[in-house]
């Protein structure tokens, strides 16, 4: 089995929001969480440490995440900001809780916060063992209202903060998804301040136009760490997609876009409430990785960043799928449609491992 790189989840704010502990399987939480008010709002759960392990999943993009509260919709009001001091309280205390779990479980998990300790982490998975592997975090910013002035881009680096995505919706610095627009004069700021530090700056959830004039100035290196192809999902109108201009930029950067196996990102106009999963099959992940395989004439730019527990959950995921074990069913469909054991392997890790060897820096 293939090791897997996926470049997102929302794990600390799952923690924090619902109490989930990702030290258990999937299965574990979902019993515990029967007719919760979790399930109705996030789903049921696909992901855990026993689940990584069964699926090899070695590294994981952890975010630190809230929600503008202007966009709540849950009873559920953790995790929300209304202010950026509000912002930047919630994303320190997710930052550190992925250091407090990393330091009391590094059986389970690890920071990777530079190339070393990815080695490390590799290293583990590469060698035998019967009490499984430590998951490796990177962790990524979504959404940068936390940061209240590029001073502190300094003090997120220290922490260990290697990667950032400025929108979720729109921010104070772009255009983002629903809320669509330019880079403002602030994201030109935070993008020259980011690439003096060379944090991986992420696409995702950035609006066209900002996407655009980001790829043309931002100095650091660019990826997307979660978004599919707008060109497989006619009409769905919908800036959360890349269009095939994006992912054209981002293959000129040499970086990776992650593909999300969620439903409603694979199928315009699916909907958990009206349609079945079984109308989504497993092969259509394979078909929007094959689409950036297409536009780039090789497999060293597709990856997957699964964004699983990121709002959905086992209720909106293809039914091929029950926990993120079953992400390695897409060897089969990927073999069967020619991609070589080597072209696989980059694609479920390779070329996220490439881009992080680069850009992380040595110690
Ligand atoms: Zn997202």
């Known amino acids: 089995m293939p090791i897997i790189i996926d470049a997102h989840a929302d794990l600390a704010y799952n923690m924090l929001k619902y109490g989930r502990d990702y030290s258990r399987s999937a299965a574990e939480t979902r019993l515990l969480e029967v007719g919760s008010p979790t399930v109705a709002d996030n789903e049921d759960c696909t992901i855990g440490w026993p689940d990584y392990q069964r699926g090899q999943t070695a590294v994981v ?14 009873q559920n009001k953790l995790q929300s900001y209304k ?8 994303y320190r205390q997710q930052l550190m809780t992925y250091h407090r779990m990393t330091d009391s479980e590094p059986d389970k998990f690890r920071l990777v916060a530079s190339s070393r300790d990815l080695d490390l982490i590799l290293d583990h998975w590469n060698s035998p063992t019967e009490s499984g592997h430590p998951v490796g975090m990177v962790v990524l910013m979504e959404g940068a209202e936390c940061i209240r002035t590029l001073s502190e881009l300094d003090e997120w680096y220290e922490l260990g903060v290697r990667l950032i995505g400025p929108a979720w919706v729109g921010t104070r610095y772009c255009g983002g998804w629903k809320e669509p627009g330019p880079l403002t004069k602030d994201g030109r700021e935070l993008l020259s301040g980011m690439a003096d530090h060379n944090f991986v700056l992420d696409l995702s959830h950035m609006d066209e136009q900002a996407a655009v004039e980001a790829l043309d100035m931002y100095r650091g290196p660019i ?68 689409h950036i395989c297409q536009i780039a004439g090789d497999a060293l730019h597709a990856g997957i960043g699964s964004d699983f527990d990121g709002g959905f959950g086992l209720q909106s995921v293809p039914p091929e799928i029950d926990t993120i074990a079953d992400l390695q069913k897409l060897v089969s469909l990927l073999g069967a449609r020619g ?15 490439a881009r992080l060897k680069r850009d992380l820096p040595s110690s």
């Open 61 to 74: 993009f952890s975010t630190l995440f809230a929600l503008p509260a202007r966009w709540r919709t849950s």
């Open 223 to 290: 990826v997307g760490t979660h978004g599919n192809c707008l060109s497989l999902m006619p009409n769905s109108n919908s800036n959360r997609h890349f269009s095939d201009r994006i992912i054209e930029g981002i293959i000129e950067r040499d970086g990776v876009v992650g593909v999300v196996p969620y439903n409603a990102y694979l199928k315009s106009g699916w909907t958990v409430d009206k349609n079945q999963r079984s109308e989504v099959p497993l092969s259509y992940v394979a078909d929007h990785i094959d």
């Open 339 to 353: 991609y070589s054991e080597t072209d696989i392997a980059n694609i479920f890790s390779g070329n996220w491992l």
């Open 83 to 90: 202010t950026f001091d509000q912002a930047h309280e919630i």
